[in-house]
């Protein structure tokens, strides 16, 4: 076998991130190389440097490919190459068809006339490569996810590819689709393609991968060959590291039973039967703080937000207490009222009114609160924003500043400030210190000790294991929809919930 | 002494917005006030011409504080002008034809205006669709439905009653005459007032923190208000005395800058147009509220085709054309955002007196109506032109 590929000590510096430190990979012509790594290990950033999305000299390190030096300046200069990367989020345009979704920008026209006749003839034969049974002239937003993979991975191939990268191809997709697309892949590696694919999923690359590189905290671990892929070995490379951040001291007594789910079930709102949430059971007690781990996309954002007045899905099922009593969820206004709160993992998009200043935001949840008769007493508006500019340290000159100029840590002390103004028994913390330095971490997880202190429920949302671990007393594991399984703070480890992730439905403790 | 100039600049600076407008506003006064002498022509600041300001620019401050609401929200109204006239015909057929007094008119023809605005903000608030299209629509369907109701003629006259709204003026209950007593009164009370909420918001400040506006700077930006009210009240005492139009406008811009800067409803509506999930996510009906800011927006629309219909004393197929566009000019030019959630009351009513006042100066100077419509559209430009390199810096 011949070397196609060899990233040397690559080094990739965001201002006061260090996203990549000397991360090195050779890839095999003709075979399929698997990445994997936690969230922001750093794995997108490194295919973001081999496709040019990040152009030469804004990394230092060397890339070799196909036996010559890569310094792409731009995307196209990599696809001139033939590598060719199809992200995570397709980049289809759904309202045009097939043809002209496969020949954007690359159209079958001779002086600026397009073809279509010779187009279509075109698209027909690449379609059969992928063993895609549509006609060329079908519009691509009337179908399936799976069926628009296979779309871009036609696109690829009309490009002439030589080194296919799949993000995260099969994250989308049903069992039956991500089934086809792997036998496409393997189809495609016996015609020569080499191929790079990120992924999660342990049973998807031992059927695929010829090897694997596991890359964590911006550094490549090991790279495995398909004989040592072993499930253990990958979950302690991927996760095998010292806890990162501090935590603040918390004793455990949690009191009374507070909130809890049973059977709770949803729709995707636009995807008629595509069940999101599946059956989830959960609670919380009063002064306890409780994680949900699992990867990305696998619905604890919807579920949290279902729950939250229905601001996800269709078709709701299930049943909310608070205290014993059922409650009414059905309008974010009720599940205010029932002493819940929703604190999301977008603030910009969905938590703050960046133009506004951040006594207008903090108030804005609980309006009711700084008026009288519906009248908006400004000065007592004034008063609860400097409490809790106090109370949460938000370093801003003061309330009248805008929050488009804090840093992140500090609009996220907004968003809780808001919440808090609402008095919630019960506070839904989605990613909570997402995007925020290290110091104003650990200040966020003292906040959700204090709460706790108080004796309210958190329910915590995370991505980033060493927190989950560092503050729950007890982690239930999702996936696709589903609990599958519930860890106390005793039984947790990374390397456990990693297993109960990838293993998928296997086991339920 | 130096502190203090400093402290000026950079309050200037961060409210240059709204003290931009005020002084664009004084500036073109001062402009057609120097034009139109320079023409030998008698003085642009006499009485009959302030009142004529507000006679005729009554309808589109009506129409814009409305359109402030919808445009807060996030939306647009491009059906107010046809809406105008169309209830600008209601109200004539209800005068006319059937008959009825004056105080029933008035109430059934705000209520059809708000039903109006209810059709169009259910499609926008409830099935989202775009309000340029459905107030494009409305604005066809309600000039065709004038025409129809009219069936292509004007009615009128109306009774002395009616026409009062437009064109009477206060009666004087000091028997004074001339000047006018009740008017400078009631100027007299305004200037206090105005005064003395200029001192509450400085003192509430200074409790919040805040480093007030300096001191030089607001009593002069205060006297300079106060002689400007004390100038247009002697002119209008001294002519017939406070117009009908001026004390509905006075009542209605007060409310609405109230409603919008002290009310929870109000806080909201600025909020849907901030960023909807975010609003939404809070708790916040947003549906209803920009619901409601369609039926208001139906609803002033309504008053403002009576007082035109009331001025030029007969309901006309062509009554209200281009109206939409002065609203949303003023609000543009008052400040607001086109994506919605920030504007003001006082800057909108600023911008349609701008407007009103260019018109005005320029149709006495003599400028063809050509000209005026070139010199108001760069205006426009301009004014918002100067907003977003303001905030680009």
């Given amino acids: 076998m011949t070397t196609l590929l060899e990233m040397r000590e690559i080094t990739k510096v965001f201002p006061g991130v260090k996203a990549l430190d000397r991360v090195s990979l050779t890839v095999e012509a003709g075979e399929i190389h698997a990445i994997c790594g936690e969230n922001g290990a750093g794995k997108s950033t490194l295919m973001k440097v081999l496709s040019g999305v990040y152009p030469h000299g804004s990394f230092d390190g060397e890339i070799t490919y196909d036996g010559a030096a890569l310094r792409s300046r731009t995307i196209r200069d990599s696809e001139d190459k033939g590598i060719i990367i199809i992200h995570q989020e397709l980049a289809l345009i759904p309202l045009l068809s097939i043809a002209e979704n496969l020949f954007m920008g690359n159209e079958v026209a001779s002086r600026g006339v ?4 010779m187009a279509f003839n075109k698209t027909a034969e690449l379609l059969r490569r992928v063993g895609l049974n549509e006609p060329p002239g079908a519009v691509v937003g009337k179908l399936g996810v799976g069926k628009q993979q296979l779309i871009e991975i036609a696109k690829a191939l009309s490009k002439n590819v030589k080194l296919l990268i799949l993000d995260e191809p099969t994250a989308a997709l049903q069992e039956a689709d991500a089934d086809r697309l792997l036998g496409l892949m393997l189809d495609l590696k016996a015609q020569g393609v080499t191929q790079i694919m990120i992924s999660h999923k342990l049973n998807e690359i031992a059927r695929v991968a010829d090897r694997i590189t596991v890359i964590r905290d911006g550094t490549s671990v090991s790279t495995l060959t398909r004989a040592e892929i072993s499930e253990d070995r990958i979950i302690r490379d991927m996760v095998g590291r010292d806890m990162a951040h501090r935590y603040p001291e918390r004793s455990l007594n949690p009191g009374d039973m507070l909130f809890e789910v049973e059977g709770w079930s949803c729709w995707h709102p636009e995807q008629a039967g595509r069940q999101m949430i599946k059956g989830v059971s959960l609670n919380v007690r009063k002064g306890e703080i409780v994680g949900i781990a699992g990867l990305m996309g696998t619905g604890r954002t919807e579920l949290a937000m279902s729950i939250f007045g229905q601001s996800y899905g269709k078709r709701h099922q299930g049943q909310v207490r608070m205290s014993g009593q059922p409650v009414d969820v059905s309008t974010v206004t009720k599940a205010i009222g029932a002493g819940i ?11 703050l009114i960046l133009e506004e200043p951040i006594l207008k935001n903090i108030s804005l949840a609980n309006l009711a609160g700084v008026a009288r008769r519906s009248v908006l007493d400004k000065r007592r508006e004034a008063q609860v924003a400097e409490g809790y500019r106090r109370q949460l340290s938000i370093r801003t000159p003061g309330v009248q500043q805008k929050v488009v100029n804090l840093s992140g840590g500090n609009q996220q002390k907004v968003v809780l400030s808001k919440w808090l103004f609402t008095d919630p028994q019960l506070l839904i913390l989605d990613e909570p210190t997402r995007g925020i330095d290290v110091g104003a971490k650990f200040e966020i997880y003292t906040i959700m000790k204090d709460l706790a202190e108080q004796g309210r429920g958190v329910l915590m949302i995370s991505s980033e294991m060493p927190e989950l671990l560092g503050m729950c007393d007890r982690i239930y594991v999702m996936n696709e929809g589903r609990i599958v399984g519930e860890l106390s703070r005793a039984e947790a480890s990374q390397e456990r919930i990693m297993g109960l992730i990838l293993k998928g439905e296997g086991k339920v403790a | 002494m130096d502190t203090e100039a400093k402290g000026i600049r950079a309050h200037l600076g961060g409210h240059l917005r709204e003290n931009g407008m005020m002084m664009a506003l004084v500036a073109i006064v001062v402009l057609f006030s120097i034009l139109v002498s320079a023409q030998g022509k008698p003085m642009f600041l006499q009485a009959p011409n302030i009142t004529n300001i507000f006679l005729q620019n009554g309808h589109v401050i009506i129409l814009a504080l409305g359109m402030l609401l919808i445009i807060v929200a996030g939306h647009i109204d491009l059906s107010v002008g046809s809406v105008a006239a169309f209830t600008g015909a209601v109200a004539a057929w209800l005068t006319v034809d059937l008959k009825l007094p004056v105080y029933a008119v008035i109430p059934l023809t705000l209520a059809v205006g708000g039903l109006i605005g209810a059709a169009q903000g259910y499609w926008v608030a409830y099935w989202r669709i775009p309000s340029f299209i459905v107030t494009l629509a409305g604005m066809l369907v309600f000039r065709g439905a004038t025409l129809w109701l009219l069936g292509g003629q004007n009615i009128g006259p109306f009774p002395k009653a009616f026409q009062a709204m437009s064109s009477g003026f206060i009666p004087d209950p000091t028997g004074l005459m001339k000047p006018h007593g009740l008017t400078l009164i009631i100027a007299a009370l305004a200037i206090g007032v105005v005064i003395w909420i200029g001192l509450r918001a400085r003192q509430r400040d200074m409790e919040f923190g805040i480093t007030p506006e300096p001191t030089g700077l607001f009593w002069g930006r205060s006297l300079i208000i106060a002689a400007a009210m004390a100038f247009v009240g002697w002119q209008l005492a001294s002519f017939r005395g406070l117009p009908n139009v001026l004390v509905v406008l006075a009542v209605l811009i007060v409310l609405y800058a109230f409603f919008t800067e002290n009310t929870v409803q109000g806080r909201r509506i600025y909020a849907v147009g901030g960023n909807e999930k975010a609003a939404k996510l809070s708790g916040i009906r947003t549906e209803r509220l920009v619901f409601f800011c369609f039926v208001n927006m139906g609803m002033l629309a309504a008053l403002a085709g009576m007082m035109v219909t009331a001025r030029l004393n007969s309901a006309t197929p062509k009554a209200g ?11 543009f030019i ?26 005005m100066g320029m149709s006495i ?5 050509d000209y005026q419509q070139m010199i108001k559209g760069l205006v426009l430009l301009a004014a918002v032109v100067f907003d977003v390199y303001n905030k680009s810096k």
Avoid: C, H, Q
């Fill in chain 2, 334 to 359: 008052g400040g607001a955002a086109m994506a919605g959630g920030s504007g003001k009351i006082i800057g909108v009513v600023i911008g349609a007196l701008i407007m009103g006042v260019m018109n």
């Fill in chain 2, 365 to 369: 100077l003599g400028v063809g109506i």
């Fill in chain 1, 341 to 351: 709160s929703y604190v999301t993992e977008d603030r910009k998009a969905l938590g």
């Fill in chain 2, 321 to 331: 054309t281009g109206f939409e566009l002065d609203a949303i000019a003023a609000v």
């Fill in chain 1, 114 to 117: 397009i073809s279509w006749p």
